[in-house]
């Protein structure tokens, strides 16, 4: 494990921006490993500016991202197909029919997931896998549980994952229950995994996951075991370490 401490939020958008990019000029035509929720933000946004000014190139990348609401439609401005667009695939030159999201809508979970998967052998696995971290340690989807999810499945959100949520809803009542989210297996065979964590509200679970136990509890954790792993938080995150 690896880690980028940096001072604040936009130090480290920039500090993980520069790792996709890498792999990007690298490989040209490397499959990314996509996530949503807040903290990615700061890097899609610099990954868009460094687009716009001619030095990065997005024609030939392939994209999974890690999960997605069931229920939600790609048009509902919650669902993270539409996060993907509107916070980066609208702003750069990728191809969007290079670009896979779960289908939350498709009525037959275990075949949609098992689809998911066969996809991301096709491609020949991720690349870089860009992760977030939820407050209780889950990655993607993948909640705390008894033991390590294997390939892409469907899961009930915890309560605390629905409220920790439900900022970008109306009501709680709106965020939806359940969730289809590549597995823990799934990202442990990324051939790197990058991690962003921003903030206060992050350390009780940057620490517990990286200089505690590797534990289902705290699904984060089993990434001490991974070759390739990097860290990249701001002090705030890392204040309790
Ligand atoms: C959601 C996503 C995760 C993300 C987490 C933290 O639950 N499924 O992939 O890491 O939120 O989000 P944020 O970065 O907004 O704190």
């Not at 009930?156 to 920790?164: K, N, P």
């Not at 065979?189 to 350390?203: C, D, I, L, P």
């Not at 390739?228 to 705030?236: I, P, Q, R, S, T």
Request: hydrophobic share 40%; net charge negative; charged share 20%.
């Amino acid at each position: 494990m690896r880690i980028i401490r940096t001072r604040d939020y936009q130090e480290l958008s920039r500090a993980a921006a520069r790792l996709i990019a890498a792999q990007v000029v690298l490989k040209p035509g490397c499959v990314l490993g996509l996530a949503t929720g807040s903290s990615p933000v700061g890097a899609y946004q610099q990954l868009i500016a460094w687009y716009k000014k001619g030095d990065l190139d997005f024609s030939q990348v392939r994209t999974v991202n890690l999960d997605e609401y069931v229920g939600l439609a790609p048009d509902h401005d919650q669902s993270y197909a539409y996060f993907m667009r509107s916070n980066l695939f609208d702003h750069v030159n990728i191809d969007l029919s290079n670009t896979n999201i779960p289908d939350g809508l498709a009525p037959d979970a275990a075949a949609e997931c098992a689809r998911y998967d066969e996809q991301i052998r096709a491609l020949g696995g991720v690349d870089l896998q860009l992760l977030g971290i939820g407050p209780n340690g889950h990655i993607g989807f993948n909640e705390p549980d008894g033991h390590f999810s294997c390939g892409t499945q469907q899961i009930q959100l915890t309560d605390s994952t629905r409220q920790a949520n439900k900022r970008f809803f109306a009501s709680l009542d709106d965020v939806p229950t359940h969730a289809r989210t590549m597995g823990v297996r799934d990202i442990l065979q990324a051939r790197r995994v990058v991690m962003v964590a921003s903030g206060e509200n992050k350390a009780k679970a940057v620490k517990e996951a990286f200089f505690g136990p590797v534990t289902p509890a705290m699904p984060a954790s089993i990434l001490q075991y991974h070759p390739d792993f990097v860290l990249v938080a701001d002090e705030a995150a890392l204040s309790l370490v």
